[in-house]
């Protein structure tokens, strides 16, 4: 009898100090969650998000329209299309800073390019489906938004540089194809298109559409200025809102995000004799007189980024 009333006495005090350090059921359901939610992230990380292309044709083919339904669909798609008139512009070359970005842009394009960098950089491959799981992860840290574009020809090196998380500069090699003077479609990793339309511009800064965006085309606007730290950058900076506003950027449902822009990064393309300049002519590599073996590696390597 001694025995069972000391056993419940201990039993008491230590349920007694377990309440004042910490709730059994707030506990319990805390880590019974934790473990639930572990084992539905890696059951949704295996399940790729479906696509067009994961329909059967014979399902497929049972939606197909008859000609002149289709053409009437047409028409009418082409009677909603937002897309503002395209401005055309003849020079690109040069440093851009990306100083206003549309949400949904921010969120899944430029989200998809630094995963493609996380990925390249440690010797993995990147992987044009995404998983279910990518809805659900945080965005990461980026800042300091810059496109580097070599020449003004119709398929032009370029380079997408930012920030991320402690302070890092990250970078990746693409090209950037011109179909006309108001088109600029950017090419990365091999996986990565965006087609972007010209739809505002003068000597300072360009105003791009991406014009592949569901389900209405043209709906993420991006803003690349030259020199947004120069004292001429406080009349640009007015004369942007406006611009976007007319074209009818700044909705609510995928607002104008402002983007942060570094005084210390370049604000011209490098020169050939800075070793950290991964943007070189070949003819320049070549024709060096001073380390021709490593400029002549150089160009393995940018070609082989390419």
């Known amino acids: 009898m001694k025995r069972t009333f000391l056993l419940y006495f201990y039993l008491f005090l230590h ?16 880590n019974g969650w934790l473990m639930l939610r572990d084992y539905g992230e890696k059951m949704i990380s295996n399940i790729a998000i479906p696509r067009t292309s994961d329909v059967p044709e014979g399902v497929s083919s049972n939606f197909q329209l008859d000609p002149d339904k289709q053409k009437a669909l047409d028409t009418i798609s082409q009677m909603v299309n937002m ?3 395209g401005y055309p512009v003849q020079e690109i070359k040069g440093v851009w800073h990306i100083t206003r970005i ?13 995963e493609a960098i996380e990925k390249l950089s440690t010797g993995g491959s990147v992987s044009s489906r995404k998983s279910l799981f990518s809805l659900f992860k945080s965005h990461p840290i980026m800042r300091c938004f810059q496109v580097t574009i070599l020449d003004d020809s119709t398929s032009s ?3 997408f540089s930012y920030r991320s998380t402690d302070d890092q500069r990250k970078s990746i090699i693409g090209h950037a194809s011109r ?9 990365l990793a091999s996986i990565i298109d965006i087609p972007l339309s010209v739809v505002h511009a003068n000597s300072h800064f360009l105003i791009l559409s991406q014009t592949d965006t569901v389900p209405t085309p043209c ?6 200025e030259r020199n947004p730290t120069t004292s001429s950058s406080n009349s640009v900076s007015n004369e942007i809102p406006p611009a976007l506003s007319s074209l009818g950027a700044n909705s609510a449902a995928n607002p104008i995000i402002s983007m942060n822009h570094c005084n210390d990064l370049p604000t011209k393309i490098p020169p050939s004799s800075e070793t950290n300049s991964i943007i070189r002519p070949a003819s320049e590599v070549l024709n060096s007189n001073s380390n021709v073996n490593s400029n002549v590696n150089s160009v393995k390597k940018f070609k082989k980024l390419l």
């Not at 349920?15 to 805390?30: G, N, Y």
């Not at 709906?219 to 690349?224: I, Q, R």
Request: hydrophobic share 40%.
């Open 15 to 30: 349920f007694q100090v377990l309440t004042q350090s910490a709730d059994p059921l707030e506990t319990l359901i805390r």
């Open 219 to 224: 709906d993420s606007f991006l803003v690349l």
């Open 102 to 114: 549309s949400k949904r842009m921010l969120h899944t394009v430029f989200v998809d390019i630094h």
């Open 83 to 85: 897309c503002p008139r």
């Open 179 to 187: 179909a006309s003077t108001t088109q600029i479609t950017l090419h």
């Open 157 to 159: 090196p370029f380079e």
